[in-house]
């Protein structure tokens, strides 16, 4: 089972399950915890591979992760902890693997809050995989991995996201970079499918202002699927929303929560 940590309110019964994206851990979401655990129960995961998750004999021999079985890790702590239903916080590609979550297992999930939702990979982050692909065998995964971040996250005010993301991504090994980068393949025709069809789960989307790469995509979607989705846009913000501006973020994604109640 993968690694997870709890923090528990007497005065609650609702759950908050936090998911970080590849090459992060649970560590991302230190600016969430006070304000969240005031309110509900929270829940951190790391996924398989990253912060305190190491390889199982599950995951030791397999070449190629999918989503559906990132998304299952998820499920089977959800199960153990007898946790029937959670709103969802996620981060970058953990909001695609809170979306496979919610395709699985539609009645586990409360709520949806995606910062820096991936819904498209545009030109520029094809070009990013198609690069990956070419090197992931020849270059030290941490060189592959700076690059990313600087092409994601390339201005000076997201230099803490950045330099965040680097520092975990050094808890991971060669193999486990590659298992995760090989999602890539699956990656187009899972986010097709997302963009087409619109989920009855309350669906908020928070965004930087900055986020080149994702935000116009974002923006699209939420037009079709308005029944469902709200879009927040932080301005001067960039790719990791909760950790440039944890403030907005945590005031703006619990002001949701409780507009539902």
């Known amino acids: 089972m993968i690694s997870y940590t709890i923090y528990n309110n007497e005065k609650s ?6 998911v970080h ?14 304000d969240f655990k005031k309110q509900y129960n929270v829940l951190l995961l790391d996924l398989r591979g990253h912060g305190n998750s190491k390889s199982t004999l599950k995951t030791a ?11 299952d890790d998820i499920i089977e702590v959800l199960d153990f902890l007898e946790i029937q239903k959670s709103h969802f916080v996620g981060i970058s590609l953990g909001t695609i693997l809170i979306r ?29 995989m198609r690069l990956g ?13 700076r ?10 005010n997201h230099k803490q996201s950045r330099l ?5 991504a050094k808890k ?36 930087g202002e900055e986020d080149y790469m994702f935000l116009s995509s974002v923006s699209e979607v939420v037009k079709r699927h308005y029944k469902s989705s709200k879009l927040f846009v932080i301005a001067g913000c960039g790719h990791v929303v909760n950790v440039e501006q944890p403030i907005i973020f945590n005031t703006n994604a619990i002001l949701f929560l409780q507009s539902l109640k």
């Open 13 to 18: 019964t609702e759950w908050v399950t936090f």
């Open 164 to 168: 965040l993301f680097i520092n975990e």
């Open 61 to 71: 021999f397999k070449s190629k992760y999918t989503f559906s079985d990132i998304a």
């Open 147 to 156: 690059f990313f971040a600087f092409v994601i996250m390339p201005n000076k």
């Open 133 to 145: 692909n070419m090197f992931k065998y020849v270059l030290p995964y941490l060189v592959l991995y």
């Open 100 to 128: 496979q979550l919610a395709e699985m297992q539609p009645h586990r999930v409360e709520t949806m809050i995606l910062g820096g939702a991936i819904l498209r990979m545009n030109f520029r982050s094809q070009i990013l």
């Open 21 to 34: 994206g590849a090459g992060g851990s649970s560590s991302i979401w230190f600016k969430q915890i006070r």
């Open 172 to 207: 991971l090994c060669q193999k486990e970079f590659i298992r995760w980068f090989k999602l890539t393949a699956e990656i187009n025709p899972i986010l097709k499918w997302f963009r087409q069809v619109e989920l009855e789960i309350p669906t908020f989307y928070i965004m």
